[in-house]
């Protein structure tokens, strides 16, 4: 479909991503990685442009999620790359910006993230918190999303199990954070495991 393309990591792209996103102690190679170029709907069905990295293994199954939902008119509000962001997910996040790949550590942890492989997708994440208590304390992320934290409520962007983005994802082999564990919820969060 017209708008939606995978490409290499060029020049120009690796431009933009040094040092942001492909961090210097990246152990990804940039032949893993692929740029995708996406057309999203938002709440008004106003067409945008969006870019996404991701990994190779991925990126046929991503366009074919993509294209259903702008096809279903599903609303995602941005899709640009984090290094519009610095790489800093907690801006992202605020901002509501769906992204993948970042090269980076799992919370509280010194794992590298799926998110740092390229195999991880947040959609709409403002709307779609991930949520944990570490220490007694209740981490709410981004930290401007606590009002999403009760899923009985009815908001835009939200994402239920049953809802055409999961099931897309599903159907492609990815796991949903909003149903993998019981001392968290990313409800944000679409993944493959490694």
Not at 25 to 43: A, F, G, I, Q
Not at 84 to 105: I, P, T
Not at 137 to 142: E, Q, V
């Amino acid at each position: 479909m017209k708008g939606f393309a995978i490409s290499e990591i060029n020049d120009e792209i690796f431009s933009k991503i040094s040092g942001k996103s492909y961090k210097k102690n990246c152990t990804v190679p940039l032949e893993n990685l692929r740029y995708l170029s996406l057309l999203h709907k938002d709440l008004n069905g106003k067409i945008l442009n969006g870019e996404m990295i991701c990994n190779v293994k991925i990126a046929e199954d991503l366009i074919d999620i993509f294209q259903k939902l702008f096809e279903a008119n599903y609303p995602i509000e941005k899709i640009r790359l984090i290094d519009e962001y610095d790489a800093d997910d907690e801006l992202s996040m605020k901002d509501n910006n769906s992204s993948c790949f970042n090269f980076r550590f799992v919370s509280f942890t010194n794992r590298v993230s799926l998110h740092g492989y390229g195999l991880a997708v947040d959609i709409n994440p403002l709307y779609n918190p991930y949520i944990k208590t570490v220490d007694g304390k209740k981490i709410i992320a981004p930290d401007n999303s606590a009002q999403y934290e009760d899923r009985t409520k009815d908001f835009n962007y939200k994402i239920v199990e049953n809802d055409l983005c999961c099931k897309l994802f599903k159907e492609h082999s990815f796991l949903w954070g909003g149903n993998c564990w019981d001392d968290e919820k990313d409800y944000q969060h679409f993944f493959i495991e490694q």
